[in-house]
């Protein structure tokens, strides 16, 4: 399986292929300096096999991963998006027709490997397990039945999230769901080049070894060619812009009493056929 990563060794931010024995450094590739210019070109499929019988250089330990791309222009997620998860809310409604929407600032992500900043201001540091996806071919008002065209790769997000600044207004989750260093997108970029890798595969989180969340994309109450087509509607979406596709039942909240994350606990996100989204977490 082909591994695309954005990382930082030496001080340079650089990108290229994850294998078992190192990261292979492609920084430079037909002159492009970042994944997000790679991905913008069309030429992830020509990147990896840029890659192919080169050594991997740089141990996996002399480098931090960065979130896959590093400055898309949006990153726009979606909530409520399982059966369990509108229940959760004991509101007594019918899921909506349309999803949830907010927009996320990548700065809010770390990459895999790196620590979750838990900030003075709140002990309620929640995770959500999600599975991800990066736009490769922009477009306006994108058919339902063309969606997957534009999806150039897939990866995962621990859509960390401050619950009670979540809820300090009444139209909006902006706060809680964007201080610095609070979630989490990668390990790496997955090329999409099939169906089956997104229309019904499982999803899991776990905390210090504990599953906490357990589902299969194939129940989402909004799949992912509809997300494509009806974010596009009223945005352009652009290559390198990343939609976090909402979270199973089961984050921390939910629990009486709640159980938030702590400095130490270790949360693992992993989806078939994408990989392990592993952080720790640390205070600020």
């Known amino acids: 399986m082909v591994k695309f990563v954005s990382f930082t060794h030496d001080n340079a931010a650089k990108f290229g292929l994850w294998s078992d024995d190192g990261l292979i450094d492609l920084t430079g590739f037909e002159g492009h300096s970042a994944l997000r210019q790679v991905i913008e070109a069309g030429a992830l499929k020509a990147l990896a096999q840029a890659g192919m019988g080169r050594p991997a250089k740089i141990p996996h330990e002399d480098a931090i991963l960065e979130i896959p791309v590093r400055d898309p222009e949006k990153i726009i997620c979606v909530g409520v998006n399982f059966p369990d998860r509108n229940a959760e809310y004991k509101d007594g409604q019918e899921a909506p027709g349309r999803p949830s929407l907010f927009i996320r600032f990548a700065r809010s992500f770390v990459g895999h490997g790196s620590a979750l900043v838990r900030p003075p201001e709140s ?162």
Request: net charge negative; aromatic share 8%; with cysteine.
């Open 123 to 284: 002990e309620q540091l929640d995770y959500e397990g999600e599975v991800t996806i990066v736009i490769g071919k922009g477009g306006r008002r994108i058919a339902r039945e063309d969606a997957y065209d534009h999806i150039a790769a897939i990866t995962l997000c621990n859509e960390g999230t401050v619950r009670d600044w979540v809820r300090h207004a009444k139209f909006n989750v902006t706060q809680g769901k964007n201080w610095d260093q609070s979630g989490s997108i990668g390990p790496w970029l997955v090329p999409f080049t099939h169906p089956s890798q997104l229309d019904d595969i499982a999803l899991e989180t776990r905390v210090n070894g504990e599953v906490r969340q357990k589902d299969r994309t194939g129940r989402m109450l909004y799949d992912f060619r509809y997300i494509v087509n009806y974010v596009s509607t009223f945005t352009t979406l652009v290559p390198g812009d990343v939609i976090v596709c909402g979270t199973p039942t089961g984050a921390g909240a939910r629990f009486d009493p709640p159980i938030w994350l702590k400095p130490g606990d270790v949360i693992e996100v992993e989806a078939e056929g994408i990989g392990v989204l592993r952080n720790t977490v640390v205070d600020e």
